[in-house]
């Protein structure tokens, strides 16, 4: 019916009366799949009977009228001539093995991603191996096994293989904790400047309005940007010029998006500390984490040379945030510790990091903490009006009992629930038998609210 009625279907479909039959038809397709328009690793038989297909229903994940046939992938030999390592848009580097060509399943294959070094290491991968290469799901290739290993070749490296270096920046690399990936941790890598600018121009990052994936996409594609901070030099001209379209059929950006994003721009110099932090896209430096190291630092200059940093990664007991007495008195949360610690001086120290920063001071933005307090407040206590006065507090006050014990507190006063000799004062509202009493008798001085109140202000 589908084809009376002009739908198109997936061709070759081949019609089989008995089990030999639909074995003789999933050969002939195994054997004439290569010279299909499309890549195929399998053939479906389906029975078209539909008072049949009933009679066999379903079991409780697919019917029983339909299965489908795997044919073994085609597999060959060849020779892996030497690895590549690319640097994904967010940073990852992927090991890409070179081959000597080979036809296999219908076209020639000269590369297979080895995924990391993990799979190299699982499979023993050397450079001038001979492998047995397939291609998975027949789409992508893949090195299945070493069949022998060339003479005197040592075990592979990736980490050596780019002498610790981004080979599209040479910024400095690193294996996140429970990954196996190495990724690039260069906020300025031209690699990966679409994810970085578009991250740059996030809502919690910098909130830079009408820059998105597009535009981030059009700026990198023409050479205007290969990190965010080239953004700071555009010209809103050259925004309102930018083609997002293609050469044939073009589509400006336009002068009044130009004008909005110059002004976005703008606005984000003075955007606060952590902001900025959050924006460079650092592995493991989320909103938390950035807002606790604005915490601790004033500027974005003070952190390269961070001395609490550089105490985190010195003392490395896991304890080192109470006990270390330097470290102590920061109180520093779990959003930074020797990860992010890591992370952020290995940037900062690598000649990437230095090149970042001088751009920061080229353009002189410095940007500031708007949560600076690294050692919590030790007030005077002893100076404030009820400094070294415990009270008890009974009956019912004009306000919540919590409120008027934090009132007391906030004055330097504690506030204890039973009454004894210590006891300086009762306040006592509405009420309030049995303490009211016992203060009595103990000779504790009574207070009602407005004397209470009084007593607050240091009269
Ligand atoms: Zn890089």
């Known amino acids: 019916m589908l084809a009376r009625l002009g739908i198109p279907q997936n061709q070759p479909i081949l019609n089989a009366n008995n089990l030999d039959e639909v074995l003789a038809a999933v050969a002939r397709i195994n054997r004439e799949r290569h010279a299909l328009d499309y890549g195929t690793d399998g053939a479906v038989i389906k029975i078209l009977d539909r008072a049949e297909r009933e009679q066999l229903g379903f079991t409780s994940r697919a019917p029983r009228w339909a299965a489908a046939y795997k044919f073994l992938p085609e597999q060959k030999e060849t020779t892996l001539n030497n690895i590549l390592i690319q640097v994904g848009r967010t940073g990852v580097l992927t090991p890409v093995a070179e081959l000597t060509p080979v036809l296999i399943s219908g076209s020639t294959v000269s590369r297979a991603t080895l995924h990391n070094q993990d799979e190299i290491d699982r499979k023993d991968i050397r450079l001038g191996a001979s492998v047995l290469i397939e291609k998975a799901g027949e789409i992508i290739p893949a090195i299945v096994k070493v069949i022998r290993h060339a003479d005197g070749a040592a075990p592979y490296s990736l980490y050596d293989s780019v002498h610790g270096k981004c080979p599209s920046c040479g910024g400095p690399i690193s294996q996140e904790e429970g990954f196996v990936a190495w990724r690039c941790t260069n906020f300025a890598c031209p690699a990966q400047a679409v994810t970085s600018i578009k991250h740059f121009a996030a809502r919690k990052a910098l909130d ?224 309030g038998g049995s303490k009211r009493d016992k203060a009595e008798k103990l000779g504790v001085a009574i207070l009602d609210e407005a004397a209470m109140l009084t007593l607050m202000q240091g009269e």
């Open 208 to 431: 830079l309005d009408g820059l998105g994936e597009i535009v981030a996409e059009a700026l990198v594609r023409h050479g205007h940007c290969t990190t965010p901070l080239d953004l700071f030099s555009l010209t809103e001209e050259t925004l309102a010029n930018l083609n997002l379209g293609t050469e044939e059929s073009p589509r400006r950006f336009g002068e009044k998006n130009a004008a909005k994003v110059i002004a976005a721009l703008e606005a984000a110099k003075s955007k606060p500390l952590h902001r900025w932090l959050y924006a460079m896209g650092i592995r493991q430096l989320g909103e938390s984490a950035a807002k606790e190291l604005s915490r601790i630092h004033r500027t974005l200059s003070e952190i390269p040379d961070s001395p609490v940093l550089a105490e985190i990664l010195r003392d490395t007991r896991p304890t080192a945030k109470k006990q270390n007495e330097f470290l102590a008195k920061y109180s520093i949360t779990g959003d930074v510790g020797p990860a992010v610690a890591e992370t952020i001086v290995t940037f900062f120290n690598s000649e990437a990091g230095r090149h970042t920063l001088a751009r920061f001071a080229e353009l002189g933005i410095d940007p500031v903490s708007d949560n600076y307090l690294p050692i919590a407040a030790e007030a005077d206590l002893s100076a404030l009006p009820l400094a070294g006065k415990t009270f008890v507090i009974t009956g019912t006050l004009s306000m919540d009992r919590d409120a008027m014990k934090e009132l007391i507190e906030a004055k330097g006063g504690k506030v204890s629930g039973s009454v004894s000799a210590k006891t300086s004062y009762v306040l006592a509202g509405e009420g």
